[in-house]
């Protein structure tokens, strides 16, 4: 199997932190000046739900500038290719692998998340509903619009070539998200909502049978020349791994 290392190269981000105290939300014009350089975070320090809410609606889908808000402070980032490159693969990773162990799944791609009933908002890289009642109550929805409608997604993924300045974990933990996959320039974290409402780090997936390592294999080590070839290795080795799986809860069931 061909291999190869693609490491992100970008350097050091500091953080801007813009002055206070804060009057007025800044103009679109404005933010594209603060995020001229990608994945660079900007950040709002003690800012209400009115400016979180002003700010996320005036900026269009288009723009690739992501807003996050912990209920205090509030984080604007502009999307570089190095960040779309791995978000793009570690979504294509998840689709892969759960079309393949045949596991139910919906994504909802790169969706703002804005929920005044917590005063919490952040835009996830990649989210996906696992759980049964949820799929069932998208499948109901019929693609409406409205963020509002939809259940939290079960997991979320977060791509952090630079240091988050808000609270994104508390952000998730308020929606009830189950799982969140963190890629870091250097390795791939899980972590799993505890019952006390903070995250814990895991070793593999609640929802697809693959380990932190395992993922960082195949998005940060494997070959990416040809994407058809690199999609069809990933399709053989979880084939081989379901039927692994298959064989090991046969074992069980004929030892009950």
């Known amino acids: 199997m061909s291999t190869a290392t693609t490491p992100i190269t970008m350097p050091d981000l500091s953080p801007f932190e813009v002055p206070g105290p804060v009057t007025r939300v800044p103009s679109l014009d404005e933010l594209r000046r603060l995020t001229e350089i990608p994945d660079r975070r900007v950040v709002y320090r ?36 190095d960040h779309d490159d ?40 990649q989210c996906y509903y696992f759980q049964s009642e949820k799929l069932a109550e998208v499948a109901r929805l019929r693609r409406s619009p409205d963020v509002a409608h939809y259940p939290n997604p079960d997991l ?20 009830k998200v189950t799982e969140v996959w963190r890629f870091e320039r250097e390795r791939i974290i899980i972590e799993r909502l505890t019952p006390a409402g903070t995250y814990a780090e895991v070793e593999s997936s609640g929802f697809l049978p693959v380990r932190a390592e395992e993922i960082w294999h195949w998005i940060a080590e494997e070959d990416f020349t040809d994407e058809s070839a690199w999609i069809r290795r990933l399709q053989a080795e979880m084939k081989k791994k379901a039927r692994r799986l298959a064989r090991a809860a046969r074992r069980r069931g004929e030892a009950k």
């Open 156 to 175: 979320a993924i977060e791509v952090d070539l630079s240091r988050p300045e808000v609270d994104r974990a508390s952000i998730y933990a308020a929606l």
């Open 46 to 81: 003690n800012v209400d739900w009115a400016f979180y809410e002003e700010l996320v609606d005036s900026i269009p889908a288009s723009s690739h500038i992501h807003v996050d808000y912990d209920g205090k402070d509030l984080e604007v980032m502009a999307i570089g290719p």
């Open 86 to 125: 791995v978000t793009y693969y570690l979504g294509l990773f998840v689709s892969l692998v759960a079309a393949v162990m045949e596991i139910p799944h919906r994504g909802l791609g790169s969706t703002t998340w804005k929920r005044p009933e917590i005063a919490r908002g952040l835009e996830a890289d």
